[in-house]
Structure formats: C-alpha cells, structure tokens
C-alpha cells in the first residue's frame, strides 16, 4: 500500500529562518511526487512535481528535493506570508490518483 | 494555471436532506475527477475517482449509494451526499486532470464545506 509520512507536524519559524519539510514515502512505482500549499478553508494550490530521484525544482523561496525514499521542501528566509500547511503526495505508476500525507502546519512569524 | 471551481464553498443543511456538490473545470476539459474529503488537522482521503461518461470508482469504505457522484461532460462533475448526518460533516474537495496532459499534475478546487445539523 503506498504511504507519505510528513514531518514534523508542525513547525514555527521567526522570519528568515530557513528550515526543511521532510516527505518519506512508499509506493509501487514511482509516477511522480507532488508538493502543494494549503491555506485554511482552501483548496491545495500545486507547487511541485518531481519524477525521479536527483531531482530538483525551485520558486521564489522554495526547493524540492526527491530521492528513492524521501522529499525535502526547503524554505529560505521564510516570509509570514509562507505560512500555510505544506502537503506531499505521490503518485504510483499507472495510476492517476493522489496519495497525501498529513502535512505539515509551517507558521512564520514576523 | 488550469482554474477548478467548486459550489458552494459552505452549505449547512438539516439531518436527513441531500446536498449535491458541483466541480467545474473553467479552461480546460477533465476526462478524470477526483473527489476527496478532509476532516480537521487531517490530510485528504479519496474517495471516489470520477470519469466521463462512466460510473465513478470509489475507495474502501466509502458507501457509493451515500455518495452519488455524476460526471456528465468534460467540465463538470457532482458529488450529492444523500441522507446526509452529522458525520458527513467535513470538506469535500474536488481535483482534475488535464485531458491529454500526462505530467499527472491534478487541480484541485476551492474545497465545499458541508455541514450538518
């Protein structure tokens, strides 16, 4: 069965604090692992996808990083405004469907 | 960036009633759609898998004849949650699929909020 395990759970930054979001994950063949934002009562919005491990993408203060097991979301010199909760999915060959962990709640302080 | 456009975004209705939940595609045409429900301070669980013109796949555990999913064209697709009780209460959000795009990347709507007194 595949599986994203995020962590931590939650974290609480002051402002320019960089930090990094960690996804582990399982799957039977990986299609691609996507990152999205969620503010609260919203829908996720897409940041990321990565398809095979070594890969890399960036926007503005984020990078997403993917390896055979896991995917790190690093934030640099965070604004309040990244606030938000930061969900990783994966996606199993084959299949279109999205598997999300948990997420995590990153709160920035000014 | 491919828009999803879900209504209502609130409904709150009596123990008993059905509410039908509409995700629309604004510029482009979704072969597949996705529904999902998300409870608080929990991720996002599927639960059914909605194609065009065919019947909706559902996951382990989600009663298909409590929620009726429709997908009648390549832009709009419903979700009615019938008989609706206080446990049905959550956030339904829906997804969709560019047709013909295969980088998998899906678009999720706005999120419904239901709930149910």
């Known amino acids: 069965e595949d599986q994203v395990t995020q962590s931590p759970e939650a974290l609480r930054l002051q402002e320019g604090e960089s930090s990094s979001l960690n996804c582990s994950y399982t799957?039977?063949?990986?299609?691609?692992l996507f990152w999205y934002r969620q503010d609260p009562g919203k829908g996720p919005e897409f940041l990321f996808t990565?398809?095979?491990a070594g890969e890399e993408k960036e926007k503005e203060r984020l990078k997403a990083t993917l390896t055979k097991k896991e995917s790190f979301l690093h934030i640099t010199a965070p604004k309040p405004e990244d606030s938000a909760t930061y969900l990783c999915?994966?996606?199993?060959?084959?299949?279109?469907?999205?598997?999300f962990g948990t997420g995590t709640r990153l709160l920035v302080s000014p | 960036g491919a828009v999803v456009s879900q209504h209502p975004s609130r409904v709150i209705c009596k123990s008993g009633t059905s509410v039908k939940i509409e995700c629309r595609s604004l510029?482009?045409?979704?072969?597949?759609m996705f529904w999902y429900r998300q409870f608080p301070k929990q991720s996002l669980m599927l639960m059914a898998t909605?194609?065009?013109?065919?019947?909706?796949?559902?996951e382990q555990g989600v009663e298909k004849d409590k929620f009726l999913i429709n997908h009648a064209s390549l832009t709009l697709s419903t979700l009615t949650v019938t008989s609706a009780h206080p446990e049905d209460s959550s956030f339904y959000i829906c997804?969709?699929?560019?047709?013909?795009?295969?980088?998998?990347?899906?678009?999720f709507g706005e999120g419904s909020r239901l709930t149910v007194l």
């Open positions: 997804s969709a699929s560019i047709a013909g795009l295969h980088t998998g990347e899906l678009f």
């Open positions: 799957v039977s063949g990986l299609r691609g």
């Open positions: 990565l398809y095979s």
């Open positions: 999915a994966v996606q199993a060959r084959g299949f279109q469907k999205l598997v």
């Open positions: 510029d482009f045409q979704a072969t597949t």
């Open positions: 909605s194609n065009e013109g065919s019947k909706a796949t559902y």
